[in-house]
């Protein structure tokens, strides 16, 4: 028992540092949008799985005393579309090795962890094929959220949004508005 651990009146008492095990719990958030001006799809083309956005990259560090981080575990995805873009438009979050990369192409590594391409994982971390993956809709007000159990060597920490419909300049996204977190586990 914790309690036991760091009490010094208890027989189980440790006199080494007792560590949280909440420094490798994190969760990441970011805020998006379709808007013409981030994306310029009235004259650029994307297509399935081009990234829309960068959010950002996974916090990898370890509290002292731990070993150095050797993988991440994503818990959960949270996706909030708080304004619709008025027209279809699905895609999906991606995991990849490199950051920053431009809008509008693949990125490099990638690993889908939400979204129709993603395989999510059980409570034992198998393959789970009887859950039906959905790619996340920018065109529906709401939360969506999956547990996907995916594992991520730590240099696949570099979280993409991208979208797996077509936009070009027939179908212009200025309304979008999005956000999403990710609750992973760093070990």
Not at 59 to 78: E, N, R, W
Not at 142 to 159: D, E, F, K, R, S
Request: glycine residues 8%.
């Amino acid at each position: 028992m914790k309690s036991d651990v760091i009490n010094p009146n208890s027989s189980s008492f440790e006199s080494q540092e007792a560590h949280e095990v909440g420094g490798t719990k994190k969760i990441f958030t970011y805020s998006g949008s379709t808007a013409e001006a981030l994306l310029d799809s009235d004259g650029t083309a994307y297509a399935d799985n081009d990234i829309i956005a960068y959010a950002g990259a996974l916090d990898v560090s370890v509290p002292d005393g731990y070993h150095s981080a050797s993988k991440i575990l994503v818990d959960k995805i949270t996706w909030n579309c708080s304004v619709a873009t008025g027209t279809t438009m699905v895609g999906s979050i991606a995991a990849g090795t490199a950051a920053n990369e431009a809008l509008n192409g693949a990125a490099t590594g990638a690993v889908e962890l939400f979204g129709a391409g993603a395989t999510y994982r059980d409570a034992n971390l198998a393959a789970n094929l009887s859950i039906t993956e959905v790619d996340v809709d920018f065109n529906a007000a709401g939360i969506m959220w999956a547990q996907p159990l995916i594992i991520l060597p730590v240099a696949t920490n570099y979280i993409y949004v991208r979208t797996t419909t077509a936009i070009n300049h027939a179908t212009n996204f200025d309304a979008g508005r999005y956000q999403l977190q990710v609750e992973y586990t760093v070990l």
